[in-house]
């Protein structure tokens, strides 16, 4: 689900990508290949494997070459090999798939959360495809957090479900949502691979007009990292969200954690009364 937002936001992850992978070097002169000459040769070795993403040359999900070919073709051992891999993913240009090795990075999705249109209709109507699961649904009592996040009664009855999103084939997030299960009754006979936020407003009259929302980084736990395939305590970033309908009663509270190199967010800020002079 996604909602306005009144404050700026813009958040662009990191991640990667590769293919044919050759140790040609570039040819340079002058104080560039000074200044090459002194850089540690896994920075050489990164730029190298950057560029070849960034023109292409290495295409979406192609294998990036092993710790042991980067060795043998740039005449660096394989501890330094692996620190220029790992600094390629930590630009968010490569990803990583346990023993299968390392994978250039897709497309980041963008999410622009101050929309009030769904996320899953707004890529199902471009180039990118965005697949649902169903994890899990069951019905839970609110805790603290939910009465207060909410605003109803500790203990009410809730509907949770929890959703993997993929795109284009790949985990790119995991969503676990709670709504007031009095409000919507028989949510669960209808189908959840859906946009939710088009569902409660077709089904249920209810429409989304405002939330708050928050982004922060954490550890996946160790189902996160299973369903997103990465490693559990791997860093993803978590957006928590609240949304409200047009009297602003809260019905909705939801979770979503990304994986870092498929996720790139914006929002337009709103400007009230008149501008300082410049």
Known sequence: MEFS???????TSTCCRPT????????????EANDQEKRPAFLKVASHIRNQIRSGELAEHAALPSERTIGERFGIS???AR???IAVEMEGLAYSAGRRGR???????TYDISRTVSLTADVDGGSQELEVEVLAKKTVQADGLLAEKLRIDRDEALFEYTRLFLLNGL??????????AKWFPGLFNHDLQQSTTLL???AYGTQSCSGDITIRMRALQ?????????????????????????????????????RGELAKFTARALVRGERPGL
């Open 200 to 202: 409660l407003e077709r």
């Open 103 to 109: 994978f250039v990075s897709p497309k980041r999705l």
């Open 78 to 80: 394989r501890m330094t």
């Open 5 to 11: 937002l009144l404050h700026s936001l813009v958040y």
């Open 222 to 258: 160790e189902d996160e990292a299973r369903h997103l395939g990465l490693p559990t305590y791997h860093a993803g970033i978590e957006l928590e969200q609240v949304i409200c309908d047009a009297t602003e009663r809260p019905f909705c509270y939801g979770r979503q954690i990304w």
């Open 83 to 85: 620190r220029a891999l």
């Open 20 to 31: 044919n992978f050759c140790a040609r070097q570039a040819d340079m002169s002058g104080p």
């Open 171 to 180: 985990p790119a997030f995991i969503e676990v949502e709670y709504v007031v």
